[in-house]
């Protein structure tokens, strides 16, 4: 019998007697019942303020202090839907971000209310709100004890609206309902076996995906406590996880790899960790991780939207994203055909790239995707003859096993074959002396795209980079950067993704030293001021 699908109310309400552990926040700690009693006062709050007309959306501008899990809990039982703003952004970004999810009323602490005091925030124009303040704790005391009245939740009733990370353009809404925060929760919950003795320790941002479905809503859903960090810090991880006993923590993009270049520690695998998962994570990474710190670390796949979902099971090969789920398939972009199956010479290199790399398409349907807010022409560019097309750039082996090549915008042409940026970063990273590796598309004079590469160096010894990517078999001729950025770091967003648009925009003309290769061997040598200026002008 297949069990219905939660809601974060049902969540919540299986912990409204539970004694146990629920929060913890430096050196407080609320249990489960107390957690969700301070829901069910922020939930009267959010009431008292709602005022007329409109959709109830709240703005939430917050790092991760436990008013943020307060308010996603007063979210599902009030029936407000709560706008997660990125702290990262500034200006009329943040404001776009604000009037496009139609905020009646933002929530901050003062060292973000200066980002909202000049902008225009439309509907929530003179409403924000200061949660570290005697005004708001007088509101939070004339409410205090409510009782506890939630509104009647289905798991497709909207819960909130996470923003994309904005490395494409910019950010979109991403309407998360019950069921999409409800079910992943309880899915890893069951599949690590998360309990109450356990405790799930989210750094990443709780405005982002990763940290609401991997990491708040697995322990609400196991009803393990869950430890809070203001912001990410990899010298503070290992403190954190023996302080909160952490049993199992989430991450994005690039914190494996900041926490492995912290020194290491004769008794780093003396911890309480048990599972680490996420998504993003460099293959290299994942291994030294789970050895050096005695945890099992789990790479998954996903995105903000969730329209397609890859399993990575313990027979995958290295390099691979795991299986397909049912009904997802890689499809030609053009002609919406199945692509074959890849072929591989000896060394391991694609031998039919144009034929094989396609998009990752869920043909059964929106998967749990359920639409953008306020962007009607996403939808219809996601969900194209009832299929639901992630931009993601992949293929399959002879085995089924799907292999990322990267989002559909890290397409190069290269002397008229198509490459994904993916596979190269990969190979950049098997260097020892690679902490970073990004890879983007800068114009060729003649025609089509050159390969450029921005790598941050692990410390000051010569890479030898020519003679490492001479000596690895599976990079194709085509593959090899023409240009090198020896950077100090890479842009980011909040949730560590690079921003490669910004990269692919400087091309040479940045401040880090850049190399090229003149001829056809991997041979570099510093990129001439004159040859710079000869390339600009050969593109104006």
Not at 69 to 95: D, H, I, M, P, Q
Request: net charge negative; glycine share 12%; with cysteine.
């Amino acid at each position: 019998m297949v069990e219905p699908t939660p809601t974060v109310t049902d969540l919540l309400l299986a912990r409204a007697d539970d004694e146990r552990p629920g929060l913890r926040f430096e050196h407080r700690e609320w249990t489960w019942a107390e957690h969700v009693q301070r829901c069910a006062d922020h939930a009267a709050v959010l009431r008292s303020l709602r005022g007329e007309g409109g959709p109830w959306h709240v703005g939430v501008l917050l790092d991760n202090v436990p008013d943020f899990s307060f308010l996603l809990g007063a979210a599902a039982l009030s029936g407000a839907v709560l706008v997660g703003l990125n702290t990262g952004r500034r200006g009329e970004a943040l404001a776009r971000d604000v009037r496009l999810a139609d905020c009646r009323l933002v929530l901050t602490e003062r060292r973000y209310a200066g980002l909202l005091s000049e902008a225009d925030l439309g509907a929530a124009n003179g409403n924000v709100h200061l949660i570290d303040t005697p005004k708001w704790s007088r509101l939070l005391s004339a409410h205090r004890d409510s009782p506890l009245r939630p509104v009647a939740a289905g798991p497709d009733d909207l819960l909130a609206l996470l923003f994309t990370s904005g490395t494409g353009g910019d950010p979109k809404a991403v309407r998360c309902t019950h069921g999409k925060v409800a079910s992943p929760g309880r899915m890893l919950a069951d599949r690590f076996e998360l309990g109450g003795r356990d405790c799930v320790y989210v750094s990443m941002p709780l405005f982002h995906s990763n940290a609401l479905f991997a990491g708040w809503a697995v322990g609400l859903a196991a009803g393990a406590a869950v430890a809070l960090r203001r912001r990410f810090s990899a010298s503070g991880f290992l403190d954190d996880a023996r302080r909160f006993g952490a049993t199992y923590a989430d991450y994005v993009g690039k914190p494996l790899s900041f926490i492995l270049a912290t020194p290491p520690r004769p008794d780093d695998a003396d911890n309480p960790l048990k599972v680490v998962y996420g998504n993003e994570g460099a293959e290299r990474d994942l291994a030294r991780f789970a050895e050096r710190f005695g945890c099992q670390v789990v790479d998954g796949f996903g995105s903000t939207e969730g329209g397609v979902a890859v399993a990575r099971t313990p027979d995958a090969p290295p390099g691979s994203l795991g299986r397909p789920g049912p009904g997802v398939h890689v499809l030609h972009p053009v002609t919406g055909r199945r692509c074959p199956p890849a072929s591989f010479d000896r060394d391991g290199r694609v031998t039919n790239p144009d034929e094989a790399i396609g998009e990752l398409v869920n043909t059964a349907g929106a998967g749990a995707f359920a639409g953008y807010y306020q962007a009607p022409e996403a939808d219809r560019w996601r969900m194209r003859g009832g299929m639901y097309w992630s931009g993601d750039l992949a293929y399959l082996d002879g085995d089924g096993f799907c292999y990322f090549v990267g989002r559909s915008d890290d397409w190069l042409r290269v002397d008229g074959e198509n490459l994904g940026t993916a596979p190269i970063e990969r190979i950049l990273l098997r260097h020892p002396g690679i902490a970073q590796a990004a890879v983007y598309a800068v114009p060729d004079p003649g025609v089509g795209d050159q390969v450029m590469a921005a790598i941050v160096a692990v410390g000051d010894d010569p890479l030898d980079l020519g003679g490492f990517l001479a000596a690895q078999a599976d990079l194709g001729p085509k593959q090899l950067p023409r240009f090198v950025r020896f950077a100090i770091d890479l842009p980011r967003t909040e949730t560590h993704k690079v921003l490669k648009r910004e990269l692919a925009a400087q091309r040479w003309n940045c401040p880090d030293a850049v190399w090229w290769r003149p001829g056809p061997d991997p041979v570099f040598e510093p990129l001439p001021p004159e040859r710079a200026v000869a390339l600009d002008a050969a593109l104006s």
